[in-house]
């Protein structure tokens, strides 16, 4: 790999020196946590699957099934859907369509257009 032509400390002592065009931000200033409370039924109902985002199917009344979806946190498209819940079944993924999931749920979005959320969707996973 090439390297570049100067080099800064990080301010991070395991990380050591950085290119001296790059910065060091806290992962918390590069996103900011929505809780966005539907208030109303209507919506698709996300699950946060191992496989991504679903869209729940009610009929069925696989899994377990909520009283009031109303209570629901809403989900845009682009945004981060984080079930932390559950070491086995907890994931994260990155919303294709508006919906509602649960709202012990993180729902997520970046800070700025300069951040790569499919890179972070990647080291996320």
Not at 7 to 30: C, F, M, N
Not at 51 to 79: E, H
Not at 98 to 124: C, M
């Amino acid at each position: 790999m090439q390297r570049y032509q100067s080099y800064q400390q990080s301010g991070v002592e395991w990380l050591g020196e950085i290119p001296a065009d790059w910065e060091t931000r806290k992962l918390r200033h590069l996103f900011q946590i929505n809780k966005r409370i539907a208030g109303e039924l209507g919506y698709d109902v996300f699950s946060i699957t191992q496989r991504g985002i679903r869209i729940r199917n009610l009929k069925t009344n696989q899994g377990q099934v909520a009283s009031d979806y109303s209570k629901y946190q809403i989900v845009m498209p682009g945004d981060f859907a984080m079930n932390h819940m559950d070491l086995l079944t907890g994931f994260i993924d990155i919303a294709k369509s508006k919906g509602v999931t649960s709202p012990d749920y993180r729902v997520f979005t970046a800070t700025t257009k300069e951040i790569d959320t499919k890179y972070f969707l990647y080291l996320f996973q």
